[in-house]
């Protein structure tokens, strides 16, 4: 989720409007390039291929991405008697 996606909370359609960046970490994970496979740096041993599928692309530096998980968006909507802010964790 970014600013400016939506999704549906309590059957409403609603829009992110900042993303709270102050309760992650940055994360180095490894991503297969060819499955859904994903795995934190530094809590396994290294590996030469995926774990999951074995593709032997596992070990390229460019299977490394630095990531800042989100764990909280904020949505400001309108209201008949104000502004609410929403915190969704």
Request: hydrophobic residues 35%; aromatic residues 8%; proline residues 4%.
């Amino acid at each position: 989720m970014a600013p400016f996606n939506t999704f549906y909370a309590e059957s409403r359609k609603v829009t992110i409007d900042r993303v709270d960046m102050g309760v992650s970490d940055i994360e180095t994970r490894r991503f297969c390039n060819k499955c859904v496979y994903k795995e934190m740096l530094g809590t396994a041993d290294e590996k030469e291929t995926c774990p999951n599928c074995g593709s032997p692309m596992w070990a390229e530096a460019g299977e490394k991405r630095n990531i800042l998980p989100y764990r909280s968006v904020v949505v400001d909507e309108a209201q008949d008697m104000g502004v609410q802010a929403f915190k969704l964790i």
